[in-house]
């Protein structure tokens, strides 16, 4: 049998058990709730950390994007493989005629194509003077044009003639509209 205890043994009795259910309570509720609690804290800190960072990187992205659209709009191919060789054609027989070029033959090349992008080529062999080649070249390769000089050669018997004839190797890269 069980002894009967006294008043103030229950009160111990009691409070004993209270002290032990709180301390029970602590150890398996709270305590874990708080480091659980510590833990997403931290890991919110460090995902508002790479946001911030991440935001800073989108915006100044955005400022290039916009300079690149303008980029990616020059060097669109607006129509068919024929129609783009064509009109390349006709923009370097345009660009000779300004500097008095005399184009003797025009060879297109067949079209390279990249995963995105398509290379036109085209070879000429032509007859002016130096100082006309190379402005020629020049203008060639700047804006809007946008040519790529990939060969250059010239015949070595020029001085008993005031042209200089050479042959040209001239490419344009452009990006196929999807």
Known sequence: M???LSGRE???FIVCLAVICVYFIYIFFYQPFVEHRTDLATQIEAAQREFIKNSK???SSQA???EYEIYLEKFKQRGSDEEVMSSIVSEIEQIAARFNIRIAEVKPQKVKRGDFYNDFSVNLDIDARLNDVIRFLYVLQSDPHFFG???FRFNKNFPQ???LQSQLAVSKTLFPAK
């Open 149 to 151: 000089v990939d060969e």
């Open 10 to 12: 229950r009160t111990i």
């Open 2 to 4: 069980t002894p009967r």
């Open 64 to 66: 290039y994007k916009a």
């Open 161 to 163: 003639n005031v042209n």
């Open 57 to 59: 990187f989108i915006s």
